[in-house]
């Protein structure tokens, strides 16, 4: 009757360098991640910037007469 065979214990060394290696890996996809967040952040302000130039144009409004009904509004939030 054969042996069942035992299994071989891996070194630490080799053991360290696969975990380096997977950790390698994960950092990378992180990395690829935290890109496309910053994409998706940057292609999301790109569109409401287009929509609020939009707004200003069919209404004729210049970035300073919104700045300066934003800050009235503030004010009046605050005397409130």
Do not use: C
Request: no cysteine; aromatic share 4%; hydrophobic share 30%.
């Amino acid at each position: 009757m054969a042996r069942p065979r035992t299994k071989i214990r891996k070194s630490y060394e080799t053991l360290l360098e696969e975990n380096g290696e997977k950790l390698r890996k994960h950092k990378e996809a992180l990395q690829v991640l935290e890109k496309e967040r910053q994409d998706l952040l940057k292609a999301k302000r790109d569109e409401e910037m287009q929509e609020l130039y939009v707004y200003m144009q069919e209404n004729q409004l210049s970035a300073g007469e919104i700045l300066n009904y934003l800050q009235g509004m503030q004010m009046q939030q605050e005397a409130s």
